[in-house]
């Protein structure tokens, strides 16, 4: 099978390439770019002129919240939210039900991605057993049965010799623990930032601390290990005092930002609206700069959605009582287009290298490139498509987002994954 993606904006930050170029995928591969390539008459030809051509992007944090919580998103559900959303690969997180935290549950997870067929969805394996931050998980089995990460995520893991131990033990497996820093004593019954806008609107706020506490913690047990670690959804400027300090002085230590977090600040939640509800919370305008202005310096490795899907009955309470997350695969790279990229926050390379570039290095992966015979695996951006966020039209379970009615410039306008057409202008093909 052959496909000719003619005329685009070819970025493929791995392999410093940005020029208008064909793309020739072969048999699911990259087989040829350059100018004028011929076409034989066998092609099928996909005309990108003035889009922009990337290597297929990645999230490394999302739940899918399969098995256990179906009727709030599933794999195939999930698959399809990423397809139109413009990614190729989610890394979904262990806190399901069964947990992952053996290889049975694993690998239902990649059985059921296949049957998906549509995006490559890969385990994320729990650093302890039941996420109950006792007994380390089954962490070698998880490896072996294609878990590409560890994470308690939505669970700290409050016992430093016990986050000790999964550093040792994911060292010695050769792949990272993602961490969701926050120190539960300090953000106990909180329910949105601690700040002005939480005593305005008379919340129980959650000081920055709470996370920044805990970063601390894990990046001194990261040097004291040697381990990867990776920093889940950075939300404070104080956080990011912290790992740039550790990666100057040689720590293997990288961090993630979320659309949300990146983009809205605590004063949005003043009208009481659930779906801003999320955890760590909106932070407060100058964290909000001060994440910007990491992402674009490079101190951020990577955008991840931490995609949190919620059924209605999640969401449709009082803010107290709300489940906190964003349904976000659908919204994401619109979100960064509008508010950084058109603005001028983030060059637009840097935006395709944090979807691509960085979450492969955090995982160790071989993608996010346009490699000759590399998997066929792109994104398209329509950097000047404008339309309207309508959660009615998601195919994710989720409908619960912040951005409801926002229109964005600049959304994914082709999937193509392993060399096939999966989504177009965000409706799967």
């Known amino acids: 099978m052959k496909l000719l993606v003619k005329g685009g904006r070819v970025i493929d930050p791995k392999n410093s390439v940005d020029e208008i170029a064909d793309v020739l995928i072969i048999d699911g591969k990259i087989a040829a770019i350059g100018r004028d390539l011929s076409v034989d008459g066998d092609e099928d030809v996909v005309d990108a ?9 990645i999230d490394i944090h999302a739940h899918l919240r399969d ?17 139109a959303g413009g990614f190729t690969t989610v890394c979904c997180m262990s806190n399901t039900d069964p947990v992952i ?21 890969l385990p994320i394996g729990s650093i302890t057993k039941k996420l109950e931050g006792e007994e380390l998980s089954e962490m070698a089995e998880l490896a072996r049965e294609g878990c590409v990460a560890f994470s308690d995520d ?41 700040g002005y806008y939480s005593t305005l609107y008379g919340l129980q706020g959650i000081p920055a601390e709470a996370e920044e506490i805990m970063v601390a913690r894990d990046v001194k047990l990261a040097v004291l290990t040697g381990a990867r670690l990776h920093v889940c959804h950075v ?31 605590d004063e949005i939640v003043g009208d009481y609206d659930t779906n801003t509800k999320v955890n760590p919370p909106l932070r407060s305008e100058a964290h909000v700069k001060a994440l910007a202005h990491a ?17 209605v009955e999640s969401k449709d309470c009082e803010y107290a009582k709300a489940s906190s997350g964003i349904s976000g695969l659908e919204t994401a790279v ?24 960085g979450p492969c290095r955090v995982l160790g992966l071989d993608s996010g490139t346009l490699t000759l015979e590399s998997k066929a695996d792109i994104t398209i951006i329509d950097a000047d498509a404008i339309r309207r966020v309508d959660p009615a039209t998601f195919y994710s379970k989720g409908k619960n987002t912040p951005f409801k009615g926002m229109e964005l410039r600049g959304w994914p306008w082709m999937t193509i994954s392993g060399g096939r057409i999966v989504a177009r202008e965000g409706r799967l093909a």
């Open 49 to 57: 002129e003035g889009k922009i051509v990337c290597p297929g992007f």
């Open 67 to 83: 098995p256990g919580y179906e009727y709030k998103e599933d794999i195939i559900t999930g698959s399809k939210a990423a397809a």
């Open 101 to 121: 935290d053996d290889g049975i549950v694993a690998r239902h997870v990649l059985r059921k991605s296949e049957q998906a067929g549509l995006i490559n969805v």
């Open 154 to 194: 939505g669970n700290p893991v409050m016992k430093s010799d016990v986050m000790r131990h999964a550093l040792e033990y994911a060292h010695m497996l050769n792949l990272p623990i993602l961490s969701h820093c926050e120190d539960l004593n300090l953000s106990r019954d909180g329910l949105m930032h601690e």
């Open 235 to 265: 939300s404070t400027t104080g956080s990011l005092h912290i790992i740039e300090q550790a990666k100057a002085a040689g720590a293997c230590v990288t961090c993630e930002a979320t659309p949300h977090h990146l983009t809205l600040t």
């Open 295 to 311: 992402l674009a310096s490079g101190l951020i490795d990577c955008i991840a959605t931490d995609h949190a899907p919620h059924n």
């Open 334 to 357: 619109a979100v960064i287009m509008d508010r950084l990229v058109h603005t001028g926050l983030l060059h637009i390379t840097d935006m395709v290298r944090l979807f691509t570039v």
